[in-house]
T-cell receptor, first 113, second 112 residues
Framework: GAGVSQSPSNKVTEKGKDVELRCDPISGHTALYWYRQSLGQGLEFLIYFQGNSAPDKSGLPSDRFSAERTGGSVSTLTIQRTQQEDSAVYLC???????????FGEGSRLTVL | KNQVEQSPQSLIILEGKNCTLQCNYTVSPFSNLRWYKQDTGRGPVSLTIMTFSENTKSNGRYTATLDADTKQSSLHITASQLSDSASYICVVGAGNNRKLIWGLGTSLAVNP
């Protein structure tokens, strides 16, 4: 597709369950970002991948959060043992180069009951 | 501490009117400044990206200005349309790693 694709668009889960969120970046984009946006709040940086470099994980809020990017393309954000405070919209963005313009997906809305 | 502050927090204007949104930042070293538009329930969309040497940049009815000396930026919207109703977010790139510092946004409502 032409844009960044995220799935699922909506996910409702029970507290304590694990969830996986997927991001398909724009083809050829080397940089990939994950952000979290709680209701009415600004974007919170989670993790950043750039090519084959080690990811910048400085924004991950706890060790329950992890992400990987396979083959320099698709990325998966995993949240283990979900908590109610994890409820938010998780946004993925890709960029053609380091520090370049970001192209965002439509987000995955996570609701933890 | 690197920070980006936006004002006003929210704004209501009538269709056809102009408006200006403000962004003040304390980010060092400065790399670039971006404005994004975020419609409700959608991902942000880039409007402009400005580097240190750029004072003004336009994208249709949107014009962004940058004063690197005072560390201020503004986004001017001309002849507003109902579709301009959205959150407008100022983002500053910091340092050699170009870490992005996000503002909380200005929520704009354009009423008929």
């Amino acid at each position: 597709g032409a844009g960044v694709s995220q799935s699922p668009s909506n996910k409702v889960t029970e507290k304590g369950k694990d969830v996986e969120l997927r991001c398909d970046p724009i083809s050829g984009h080397t940089a990939l970002y994950w952000y979290r946006q709680s209701l009415g709040q600004g974007l919170e940086f989670l993790i950043y991948f750039q090519g084959n470099s080690a990811p910048d994980k400085s924004g991950l809020p706890s060790d329950r959060f992890s992400a990987e990017r396979t083959g320099g393309s698709v990325s998966t954000l995993t949240i283990q043992r979900t908590q109610q405070e994890d409820s938010a919209v998780y946004l993925c963005a890709s960029s053609p180069q380091w520090g370049g313009e970001l192209f965002f997906g439509e987000g995955s809305r996570l609701t933890v009951l | 501490k690197n920070q980006v502050e936006q004002s006003p927090q929210s704004l209501i204007i009538l269709e056809g009117k102009n408006c200006t949104l403000q962004c003040n930042y304390t980010v060092s070293p400065f790399s670039n400044l971006r404005w994004y538009k975020q419609d409700t329930g959608r991902g942000p969309v880039s409007l402009t990206i400005m580097t240190f040497s750029e004072n003004t940049k336009s994208n249709g009815r949107y014009t962004a200005t940058l004063d690197a000396d005072t560390k201020q930026s503004s986004l001017h919207i001309t002849a507003s349309q109902l579709s301009d109703s959205a959150s407008y977010i100022c983002v500053v790139g910091a340092g050699n790693n170009r870490k992005l510092i996000w503002g909380l946004g200005t929520s704009l409502a354009v009423n008929p």
